[in-house]
């Protein structure tokens, strides 16, 4: 860590001493205050469950300004990444800190694709699950059991395996995502097809048989490809922090990301797309838009437990860069599949438009956030909506190894190890049996 920029003091009214401490200015984003030394010196834990206050790390990958609506990978807007750049340049963006050129980019998307196929014993692994296993289920274990088909790249502190690890992840999270999908659905697998995009190759390993030529619609495509750059990271999220807390015990790459995989099934972080269009479904179901004012009014009672999903995020007390973004690609795809009318959709949109006119969202600063429409839009493609998390996991792989990669090359990287207040009864001694 660099000299502090300046010092904060920390004053008590026990009458212990003052201390002062280092804070720390980042390059844009709050200032942080150091202090590492605080127990040594004190005696004393901070108290912030939620991390509400907390920087578990520096990092260098992405920034969000939550106040303005902003998202940056390596300093790069996401709108404009997601306007001109692909799925697979944002990926060397992430893991390498530089966007390509033109031959790297041809160069690492050739590495990537080389990857694509997973073991052959992998299907007979998958086999061993229920046909009607949620698809997060089937991928926590895949993901997992990646560590024992490839073993020879298992070893956290070497850069080689490192790097073998994270092009393996990311070329074969698509093979195993619809490799799941297909056996739900009791179709054969497809093996990938390498001279396809990233993104066209998981729509062929989706949607094609081995009976059929499949041809990609470029659309379709693009909207697919769109959907893997918005969600490729996020900093320090639940899923993140989770694979960051993982890897930090030396445990290796794919147990790590496994971790991550888990962590994002909940339906407060990835498991939130699922949930969203679930909700919209019901009321849809439930009489659609004329019934949207009584929803709402379930939402804003405290009593009822309904919330209104897609909405409201830690981070962003503004509108979500990513919402907007996928909501224009809704628009496009909606329009390409001719399904201008989908109910869905103008319901959506209604609840939306109810939500930042009403007090109760305006005043909570709760705004779309980028799962608000990334499940109508799946769901216009064909993907089933057990499947959304399994893409969310899919696009955020590269943003765990490159945080993965990241902390483990950071000098000051030390086994995640929080500590806590403790409430429980005092020192005590069991009693014989007949006391109790
Ligand atoms: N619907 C209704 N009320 C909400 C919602 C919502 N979606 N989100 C937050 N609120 C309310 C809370 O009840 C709380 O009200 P109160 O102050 O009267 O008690 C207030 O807004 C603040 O909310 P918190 O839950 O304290 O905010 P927190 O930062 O802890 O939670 C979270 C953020 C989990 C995302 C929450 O907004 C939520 O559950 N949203 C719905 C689920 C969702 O869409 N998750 C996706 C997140 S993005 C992602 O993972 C890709």
Redesign the pocket.
């Known amino acids: 860590m660099k000299l502090a920029d300046y010092k904060t003091t920390l004053s008590f009214t026990n009458g212990q001493p003052s201390l002062e401490m280092p804070v720390y200015n980042g390059s844009i984003g709050p200032d942080v205050i150091d202090i590492r030394k605080l127990y040594s010196q004190t005696g004393m834990f901070t108290y912030d469950p939620?991390f509400l206050s907390t920087a578990s790390c520096q990092s260098t990958i992405t920034f969000i300004d939550g106040d303005k609506g902003e998202l940056l990978y390596r300093g790069y807007p996401i709108e404009q990444l997601a306007t001109n750049c692909d799925f697979m340049e944002t990926c060397h963006l992430l893991l390498y800190g530089e966007l390509p050129n033109a031959r790297d980019k041809h160069d690492f998307t050739q590495t990537v694709m080389h990857h694509t196929m997973v073991h052959e014993q992998m299907q007979f692994f998958l086999r061993g699950f229920r046909r009607d296993a949620h698809p997060m289920a089937v991928l926590t274990g895949l993901v997992g059991a990646l560590s024992a088909f490839y073993h020879d790249s298992t070893d956290i502190n070497n850069p080689e395996h490192r790097e073998v690890a994270a092009i393996r992840l990311i070329a074969k999270m698509p093979t195993l995502v619809a490799m799941a999908y297909k056996y739900g659905v009791g179709q054969p697998f497809l093996y990938p097809q390498n001279n396809l995009s990233y993104a066209g190759n998981f729509l062929r390993m989706m949607f094609g048989t081995p009976c059929e030529e499949y041809k990609v619609n470029p659309v379709l495509e693009r909207a697919i490809d769109r959907i893997f750059t918005l969600h490729a990271d996020?900093e320090q999220?639940a899923s993140t922090s989770t694979v960051r807390l993982c890897g930090s015990s030396g445990t290796n790459p794919f147990a790590a990301i496994s971790a991550g995989v888990a962590c994002l099934w909940g339906?407060?972080?990835?498991g939130?797309n699922e949930?969203?269009l679930y909700m919209l479904e019901n009321i849809q179901a439930n009489g659609g838009i004329a019934k949207v004012g009584e929803f709402m009014e379930q939402?804003?009672d405290?009593n009822s437990n309904v919330?209104?999903?897609?909405?409201?995020?830690?981070v962003y007390k503004n509108y979500d860069p990513r919402a907007k973004l996928m909501q224009e690609t809704c628009n496009e795809v909606l329009k390409e599949l001719g399904l201008g009318n989908d109910p869905l959709f103008k319901l959506a949109k209604a609840l939306e438009k109810i939500a930042l006119e009403d007090d109760?969202f305006v005043s909570?600063k709760?705004y779309p956030?980028?799962?608000f429409y990334s499940g109508i839009v799946q769901r216009a493609i064909g993907i089933p909506v057990n499947l959304f998390t399994g893409i969310?996991a899919l696009a955020r792989t590269v943003g765990w190894v490159a945080q993965l990669n990241e902390m483990i090359s950071d000098p000051e990287y030390k086994i995640g190890r929080p500590r806590q207040m403790f409430t429980g009864s005092v020192k005590r001694d069991v009693p014989p049996m007949n006391k109790r």
């Open positions: 939620g996020h999220n339906p407060a972080h990835g939130a949930a969203c939402v804003k405290k919330k209104l999903m897609g909405f409201g995020h830690r109760y909570r709760l956030n980028v799962d969310f």
